[in-house]
């Protein structure tokens, strides 16, 4: 027997090896192409379907057959660990039994990419019935599942990244953009934040990311800016410092020259000592105010304002530029409402 050479062996395992790259390349092109077309698709039917889940009574019921339930499942887990509370049903176990999951004020999300999948057709007139409205994700917008929907959502795609063009790749990653799309914006409507991301997930990595988010908050990122930021101009009186420490009511009012360069904070701390002198009457907040306050740059780590606090037992900061300008105002409160503490 007449045994192939080395080279012969090398070279016919180099042309599998490029063959199965441009394979994989082509699919990934067929994919993103089919994600990137959704985009250029998207008009006042996707505003209108996040507008029938946010105006739910009810929750998010998913559902699809085959490949498309497990895209379904997935779609209900983002959701629910993203702040709306969203479940899937099986369409076939829906027929038996699990329909009594499905009430009035649920919005149904069923998917086909066909639009025909008969375990769904089924149980639509039920859903309906039920008082749940429903919102259709298929690639044929004159399918029965598309033309009985509320909202039906166009998720075709030019061709399946499968070389028979047969099996479901590009089309259920379609549905799953579009799924990833409807979730994230309601997130985003609902301020949904990190801290409540990491309330849904009390196990894993995932809680210490989204915690580890808030350490790494900056000083300008929690900072009160503009007319939040209580200030008063060196030579006012005593009364308009207090006046603005009750506007501003963070317990303290920065004292400015006309540049804005901080001269000095008169603070809650102040005030009282103020008044166990019996020097109401001093004529400017310039001569009862704390000179050189502890100030930080809006850069700086949230944590590390904390941390200044705690060293020098303040519960307020002036935030400045590089020239002493003033730029914000910072308060424990801040920091707690930020869940930097």
Do not use: W
């Amino acid at each position: 027997m007449i045994k192939a050479a080395p080279f012969a062996k090398n070279s016919a395992k180099k042309r599998s090896e490029t063959s199965a790259l441009d394979l994989a390349r082509r699919v990934l092109a067929i994919e993103a192409e089919a994600v990137r077309a959704l985009g250029d698709r998207l008009d006042e039917r996707f505003v209108a379907a996040l507008e029938l889940i946010a105006g739910r009574s009810g929750r998010v019921v998913v559902s699809g057959i085959g490949k498309s339930g497990h895209i379904a499942r997935k779609i209900a887990s983002t959701m629910a660990s993203t702040g709306t509370p969203a479940y899937f049903v099986h369409p076939a176990e829906a027929s038996h039994g699990d329909l009594g999951m499905i009430e009035a004020g649920d919005v149904f999300i069923a998917i086909s990419y066909s639009g025909s999948s008969d375990e769904l057709l089924e149980i639509v007139p039920q859903v309906k019935r039920r008082g749940a409205k429903l919102i259709a994700i298929t690639g044929n917008p004159d399918s029965p599942l598309a033309r009985a929907a509320d909202v039906n959502l166009d998720a075709a795609v030019g061709q399946e990244a499968c070389p028979l063009n047969l099996a479901p790749t590009a089309s259920t990653t379609a549905a799953l953009a579009l799924g990833d799309a409807l979730a994230v914006a309601l997130l985003e409507a609902r301020g949904f934040s990190a801290a409540d991301f990491a309330r849904t997930h009390p196990r894993g990595k995932l809680p210490r990311q989204a915690l580890a988010h808030q350490a790494l908050l900056h000083v300008h990122q929690v900072m009160r800016t503009g007319e939040q930021i209580p200030r008063v101009l060196s030579g006012a009186t005593l009364r308009e410092a207090v006046l603005e420490i009750s506007r501003g009511r963070i317990g303290m009012t920065a004292v400015v020259d006309a540049a804005d360069g901080v001269k000095g904070i008169f603070t809650d701390g102040d005030l009282r000592r103020t008044l166990e002198k019996n020097q109401l009457d001093a004529r400017s907040v310039d001569e009862v105010m704390s000179v050189n306050p502890k100030t930080v740059r809006p850069e700086m780590l949230a944590a590390e304002a904390v941390h200044m606090m705690e060293q020098f037992k303040v519960n307020q900061l002036l935030v400045v530029d590089e020239r002493g300008a003033l730029l914000g105002a910072l308060n424990m409160h801040d920091l707690f409402r930020a869940k930097v503490l």
